[in-house]
């Protein structure tokens, strides 16, 4: 297996656009979740689906930010309009129960610049 | 309630000491503990884990401390190596309600050789 694929694995836009950042889990997996890294407030849950089904989204920022999965094998997470205060690197990890018995294995995040 | 805390925020030891990153917690509805590691550029990886059932795991060079009445845990890394450094997350998660991790704001771990 490839892992987890996150695309792209950088983007710059301007602030006021959309953007979309997607996530393809490993095969076999049943939960996704979605983390945001920065310096300041670390790694932070947005969002996690289980069995394609989103289970606790409180931590997605605000209606800005959504996220969907319409399958297993694929997610995206959306921000419309973005905002500098958006940069942040942001991953999707994947695994086999939310109970990570296995451990999350994680993609290799895409690094997203708004100026 | 989820937060966890870690510490140090970042760590120079010298090749084939030991590294000792703490980590404390305060929900007690948190019942698994795992650490992950990060290089740059990648995602966190699982590196071990522990239950609140035992009091101490070892993997290799990788062993976790529990302490579950000071609601505590850490990771020691013993005769470090320059390829252990990266950064190092503790993390906890809890079996009811929200239950995906909640990791620690990380410790930057420098091995010089």
């Known amino acids: 297996d490839a892992g987890v694929i996150q695309s792209p694995r950088h983007e710059v836009t301007e602030m006021g656009q959309e953007v979309t950042l997607r996530c393809k889990p490993i095969s076999g997996h049943n939960s996704l979740f979605w983390y945001r890294q920065t310096m300041m407030r670390g790694l932070e849950l947005l969002i996690y689906?289980?069995?394609?089904?989103?289970?606790?989204d409180s931590g997605m920022p605000e209606d800005r930010f959504s996220a969907k999965m319409p399958n297993a094998s694929f997610s995206t997470l959306k921000i419309q309009p973005s905002e500098p205060r958006d940069s942040a690197v942001y991953f999707c990890a994947s695994s086999f129960g939310d109970r990570q018995s296995g451990g999350y294995t994680f993609g290799s995040g895409t690094r997203l610049t708004v100026v | 309630q989820q937060q966890v805390k870690q510490s140090p925020q970042s760590l120079i030891v010298q090749k084939g000491g030991i590294s000792i990153i703490n980590c404390a917690y305060e929900?007690?509805?948190?019942?698994?503990f795992p650490w992950y590691q990060q290089f740059p550029g990648k995602g966190p990886a699982l590196l071990i884990a522990i239950r609140p059932d035992v009091s101490e795991k070892k993997e290799g060079r990788f062993t976790i401390s529990f302490n579950k009445s000071a609601k505590q845990f850490s990771l020691h890394i013993m005769d470090s190596q320059p390829g252990d450094s990266a950064t190092y997350f503790c993390?906890?998660?809890?079996?009811?309600?929200?239950?995906?991790?909640?990791f620690g704001s990380g410790t930057r771990l420098q091995v010089q050789p």
């Open positions: 929900n007690t509805a948190f019942d698994y």
């Open positions: 689906f289980n069995n394609n089904v989103p289970i606790d």
């Open positions: 993390a906890a998660s809890r079996n009811t309600g929200r239950r995906a991790l909640t």
